[in-house]
């Protein structure tokens, strides 16, 4: 690790003394469940073909910044837009920002649901412990440009999440890969990687209650 994942790993430390901005609150358990797995995590994805060259990155609900904060500390190859809808969670992004001189990084304060100004603005978006997989698709689908991806880490009962939406949405199988892997705990976890390749519908992003009530088959 270098030198600003290590302040980083501090930063989280500290500032989760006061406000609770991470579930994970010893420096070993923020180095090696937090961050050295959310680096592992978007590694894989590499690794199976996603390419965050130059890449515009959105992290929804990224809460201390996993999983893509980690990784644009250790690659600082991509620009990274977090959207969190917690203000504590920002106020602690923007100290990070701040402090470790992080030019490629902007915070926003909203709700992935309300950012229709940014559709078709990013390359690849991600979220890790955030919803389901169908709610996800259906929460960030605005988000991506054409042939982008949405990147989730999942832990094993990603199989019911992933038919899930493909009893919704059956066409998206051909654009859906599953990565597994076993994480640092040695549970079994996987990368699901869903490209875009239709348009949004226009009545997309829909609400929180209508994502997680949602029960069309169009698309």
């Known amino acids: 690790?270098?030198?600003?994942?290590?302040?980083?790993?501090?930063?989280?430390?500290?500032?989760?003394?006061?406000?609770?901005?991470?579930?994970f609150k010893t420096l070993?358990?923020?180095?090696?469940?937090?961050?050295?797995?959310?680096?592992?995590t978007l590694s894989i994805a590499e690794k199976a073909g996603v390419n965050f060259d130059n890449a515009n990155v959105a992290d929804i609900g990224a809460g201390a910044g996993f999983?893509?904060?980690?990784?644009?500390?250790?690659?600082?190859?991509?620009?990274?837009?977090?959207?969190?809808?917690?203000?504590?969670?920002?106020?602690?992004?923007?100290?990070?920002?701040?402090?470790?001189?992080?030019?490629?990084?902007?915070v926003l304060n909203k709700r992935s649901e309300d950012t229709i100004s940014l559709s078709e603005s990013f390359d690849i978006v991600t979220a890790r412990a955030v919803s389901s997989v169908k709610n996800m698709f259906l929460l960030t689908h605005h988000l991506l440009k054409?042939?982008?991806?949405?990147?989730?880490?999942?832990?094993?009962?990603?199989?019911?999440?992933?038919?899930?939406?493909?009893?919704?949405?059956?066409?998206?199988?051909?654009?859906?890969?599953?990565?597994?892997?076993?994480?640092?705990?040695?549970?079994?976890s996987a990368i699901v990687l869903i490209k875009k390749t239709k348009s949004t519908p226009k009545k997309w992003p829909l609400s929180w209650k209508q994502i997680s009530n949602y029960k069309s088959k169009a698309l």
């Open 1 to 23: 690790m270098n030198s600003k994942i290590t302040e980083y790993i501090h930063l989280i430390h500290e500032f989760n003394q006061h406000k609770n901005i991470s579930g």
């Open 28 to 40: 070993h358990d923020i180095e090696i469940l937090g961050v050295k797995d959310s680096i592992n």
């Open 67 to 106: 999983p893509s904060l980690p990784f644009l500390l250790q690659r600082d190859n991509f620009k990274l837009t977090v959207i969190e809808g917690m203000a504590t969670r920002c106020d602690f992004l923007n100290d990070v920002k701040n402090i470790l001189n992080i030019s490629n990084l902007v």
């Open 146 to 188: 054409i042939d982008g991806i949405l990147c989730l880490p999942k832990g094993k009962n990603y199989i019911a999440e992933v038919e899930e939406l493909l009893n919704l949405f059956p066409n998206e199988k051909n654009n859906i890969s599953i990565h597994e892997y076993k994480n640092d705990s040695n549970e079994i």
